[in-house]
């Protein structure tokens, strides 16, 4: 009966220490996140921009950080969108991409293709844990 009590006040103990394993960072830190995930994406949608013919160098790319950081998941979900743009003769032509957030090797999809692949649609969106954090800075 003790033993059960005791373990039973541990548990408890741990529970009430983890916060239900939800650790903050602080609104500096997040910005950093934030601004590594948007660095790193626009550096794949580069890549991306100069491997691709459609795009010449008239097309500019507009990015924005991973929108599912936060400040209990600064590494998010590990996509961020952006868009490659130029202006043309009554509008814009537009194409936009989901880019990985800190690996190169995935690099970019065009967001048609990426969200018509189940295993990478269902990466959107929520906090994905097997995405590092600090995100490492992607150089070629």
Do not use: H
């Not at 743009?85 to 936009?96: L, Q, R, S």
């Not at 989901?98 to 906090?127: H, M, W």
């Amino acid at each position: 009966m003790k033993k059960t009590f005791a373990l039973l006040l541990s548990l408890i103990a741990v529970s009430a220490l983890t916060g239900c394993g939800e650790e903050k960072v602080s609104s500096d830190r997040l910005e950093e996140a934030r601004q590594m995930a948007k660095a790193n994406s626009e550096f794949n949608a580069q890549i991306y921009r100069s491997q691709n013919p459609r795009f010449d160098s008239g097309f500019a790319i507009v990015s924005r950080s991973d929108d599912s950081q936060s400040s209990t998941c600064p590494q998010g979900d590990g996509w961020a969108e952006l868009s490659i743009m130029k202006p043309i003769p009554g509008g814009v032509d537009k194409t936009v991409l989901i880019c990985s957030t800190y690996s190169s090797s995935v690099g970019c999809y065009r967001k048609e293709d990426f969200d018509k692949t189940p295993n990478l649609a269902s990466q959107n969106g929520g906090c994905r844990t097997d995405v590092p954090f600090p995100l490492p800075t992607l150089k070629k």
